[in-house]
């Protein structure tokens, strides 16, 4: 199985594990850490049923949630084709795959921030209309990605070493669909609203960082983009 990259220059382009294999190595350097996000919890309505949920506090700001892209639609990679939806992952025994194939620096060190249990959005990408499809949680920490030692694989990656790998993937498990299909370009509208007023979406790295197959969440991003699957769609 091969989990795509994104690539924004397209619909939604998701090179998936190839992403930004041409990134600096400085960011081999960095902190496997997210960096603190800045959102702010709530907006207008929403806001407030989150104060009266909570007794107005705003929670700390840490990602605890995730946004994992992969290609519903088939795309060769070296002769294989990384074609993987979200009714692929339904189809593996016991709804469990591992999520193999990251090679940029910063996807990676999320993978590793990941802890057991924590939640994410399947997204649907490089595909006519990019978008979220389903939940799934981590029930397997990050450990050895085999595929960097794979010379067959597309992901293979011959300086790495078995004593010191780079890779790292972990195991995710279907949860369940979203009520209904929440496209970017809806999510892009709150996004760009958020921006102005203030919003939890207004910096949200789906809109910063494109390119990265693997995206940190905020509670407070999580929580909104998973309140509109109970709107209708615009």
């Not at 199985?1 to 600096?24: G, H, M, R």
Request: net charge neutral; glycine share 4%; proline share 6%.
């Amino acid at each position: 199985l091969f989990w795509p990259a994104v690539n924004f220059s397209e619909p939604d382009a998701k090179i998936a594990k190839t992403e930004e294999e041409t990134e600096d190595k400085e960011e081999e350097e960095k902190s496997t850490k997210p960096p603190a996000g800045s959102s702010k919890s709530g907006w207008k309505n929403w806001k407030k049923a989150k104060e009266s949920d909570s007794g107005g506090e705003e929670s700390k700001i840490t990602y605890c949630h995730w946004l994992l892209k992969s290609e519903p639609e088939s795309r060769l990679e070296k002769g294989v084709d990384v074609k993987f939806s979200i009714e692929d992952l339904k189809a593996q025994p016991n709804q469990t795959t591992f999520w193999e194939g990251v090679r940029n620096y910063q996807a990676r060190n999320f993978l590793r921030a990941m802890k057991l249990g924590q939640q994410a959005f399947f997204y649907h990408s490089n595909c006519k209309e990019p978008g979220i499809v389903g939940i799934v949680k981590i029930v397997k920490e990050a450990y050895p990605d085999h595929t960097q030692f794979d010379q067959k694989d597309p992901h293979y990656d011959s300086s790495s070493r078995k004593e010191n790998p780079k890779w790292s993937m972990v195991d995710v498990q279907f949860v369940r669909m979203t009520k209904r299909f929440i496209p970017l370009s809806e999510i892009k509208t709150h996004h760009l609203a958020h921006k102005a007023d203030g919003g939890p979406l207004k910096n949200m790295m789906l809109f910063s960082r494109q390119r990265l197959s693997i995206q940190p969440l905020t509670q407070e991003e999580f929580d909104f983009v998973l309140s509109l699957e109970e709107e209708k769609p615009h």
